[in-house]
């Protein structure tokens, strides 16, 4: 895969929090350049460092892709075997964060044919059709209510994946371990490396703008 | 307190991030303070419902550990599908074991691919056998044939030739100029050529020790910047006219791929106590101080007696 060459002379870029508005902080961790650059050298807490990093980001990614839970952990699992088979291919390090996505997200359609070719309908794998065939097997309205619930939830869910997948990119990750894992924000900032005043800004900004892109749903003077 | 500075904290409230102190001094703001009441039970909520709904999505407790055990599998899988496929379909197998019984015996194997990417699949030179060799066999994709007289050699054939012991043969590339590489090796070797590669394969028995020297032969103007030697994924940068040892396991345990940067044609011969010796009469892409008079071409290739 070529990718832009990365000047290895030079720090890591801090645009990210220029182009937030953020207070520009020191940052303690490794950065991504740096555990790719340990990972290609075969080091093996690299790669347990990139995958703690990212493991939420990409499941919330193969959700997205999949557009149901089924088969999203298998694929997530996948794309990190795939991405650190071939790290040595990866020319800029510094673009680990969306090469990983992208490979997530070519795992998920490869699923997805495999899937289909192997005789399951893409729709009947959704949670709609799982939820309309729990309705049209079940008579009591407890279970209808519950199959519903299920829809409403998986769509629910897809919207929360999707307004997480399109925050600027320095939020996605903290929002992913903050909202899917409930990762505590000392042990989000030793993960990605960042001091936990510079994760605490962050999570508050991610906050702010979710609820803005999930306003719909959740009006503020709306209990929930 | 003031409401900001109640708001700027009631995240961390619903995160569970505050003090005994701090989280005491907000519920008292709050207790006064409708709006600031509000904005955190809508938090509250709106954090919870997302948790709640992305809980489907968590990873498995032992996520990491799947993922670094199927890392593990499928490099020692990659690895195993790469040997193999190094390995050539009659490497040990329908090869008469004299030349190794006899000590001195020497085999070239001369195998020649696609000399440029995309080409058609037409056959891409001639191989005339000379009076050195005692026998050219052709890699037909199925089985090992033997060439009688001049061969059309196809992409994708491989050609090898079996010498007579203690004969130094030469594939000549006619009026091109060229490297020579001394190969001295107890092992059977194999030679593959792609576009920009010639790639020496050791099949022995028993490890071994390449000799190679990389010299000028030919052309005066032919200029040669580096030879790079690849084996078992390390690099080996070869001076021209100095002989570099490589170690060889038995059976692709590896491979000796020679880089011409910058070439025309190549000549392997052979130093004492063996001798090997192959050529390529094919221009190589043209770069940097290769000189233009190596481009021409000649697509017949000849075994002559050296």
Redesign the interface.
Known sequence: MSTPKADANQPPAQIPHLLSGEDVDVEDGPTDLILVGRAKAGEPSAFEALLLRYKALVSLVAYRQLGHDEGAEDVAQDAFVKAFLHIGELDDAARFKAWLLRITANVALDHLRKKKHDGVSLDQSGAYAAAESAAAQTIGRGDLREAGGQAIDSELRGQIAEAIYSLPEEYQAPAAMRYLEEVPYREISRRLGLREETLRKRIHRANQMLRRKLRKLWPEGEEL | MTCDECRGLL??LV???LSGAERSALEAHMTKCVECAR?H???A???????K??Q?????ED??G???A??ED??VE?LRVRESQKKTPAAGKTWPVWPFAAGSGVIILVALYTLFSGGPADPVATLTKGRGATRIMAWDGKGWQEVKGASQVGNGQRVEAVETPGETVELDCGPEAGLKITLRSPCKVQIERTSRQIRLLPLADAPGRFFLRVTRTGRKDFSLKSVQLAFNRAKVQVALGEETAVDVEPHAAGDVTVSVRQGAAVIFNSSEPESVAAGFARNVPQTGACSPAVQAKPEVFSWVEK
Request: aromatic share 10%.
């Open positions: 995240q961390d995160d569970a991030e904005l039970r809508h938090l909520k709106f954090t919870t419902t997302m948790v709904t992305l489907p999505l968590r990873t498995s996520f990491a799947k993922v670094m199927k890392f499928s490099k990659l």
